[in-house]
């Protein structure tokens, strides 16, 4: 399966982790653009200076692990597509460009089924999209999980429930799952 990741399941670290890591286990395969990256640095500024710098190194990590995830959309898609708010067709048209079979996004409202249906592109919130991969391969998604607590909890300094993290990333029926 494909999935085209959108900036806003990008920057939050632990949603990032979490999907990052089951992709690096192969249960799917990640496809971003370099706007989409671009949109997840700028977007970090907003958490101070070093937060820039920071997003732009473990983007550099992102484009070794997984060389091929990049894609450019195509202009003829760019010009063609239609969505509630233009500045989202760009994620529309990468996932067509890339033939993705999913975007995932925690914005729905902007990319209503119907318009992605009739591209063959659906659209899942990360949780819904996380859950159906646990469903088909609970250990592998479960190992990547307990991993992204483990350095979570060790990076706050304090012992956060697995639950309550899982929460906080907007994974709430993944993390009840694995709860």
């Known amino acids: 399966m494909r999935a085209c ?4 399941v990008l920057f939050p670290t632990v949603l990032r982790e979490v999907l990052t890591g089951v992709a690096g286990l192969g249960l799917y395969q990640p496809i971003w653009s370099e ?5 997840w640095a700028r977007a970090t500024r907003k958490l101070g200076p070093e937060a820039e710098p920071q997003a732009r190194g473990e ?3 992102l484009r070794s692990q997984f060389p091929n995830a990049s894609v450019a959309p195509r202009e003829g898609d760019m010009a063609r597509l239609h969505l509630p708010d233009e500045n989202d067709i760009h994620v529309l048209a990468c996932a067509i460009a890339a033939s993705a079979d999913v975007i995932v996004t925690l914005n729905a409202k902007d990319f209503p089924r119907q318009i992605l249906a009739f591209e063959g592109v659906t659209r899942l919130g990360p949780d819904e999209f996380l859950m159906r991969l646990w469903v088909e391969t609970p250990q592998a998604v479960e190992q990547v999980v307990r991993e992204v607590h483990g350095v979570a909890t060790q ?6 429930a697995l639950r309550a993290l899982m929460k906080r990333a907007r994974l709430p029926r993944l993390g009840k799952a694995l709860g």
């Open 155 to 160: 990076m706050m300094g304090e012992d956060i």
């Open 35 to 39: 706007r989409i990256l671009e949109e």
């Open 59 to 61: 983007i550099a990590v």
């Open 5 to 8: 990741l959108d900036a806003c």
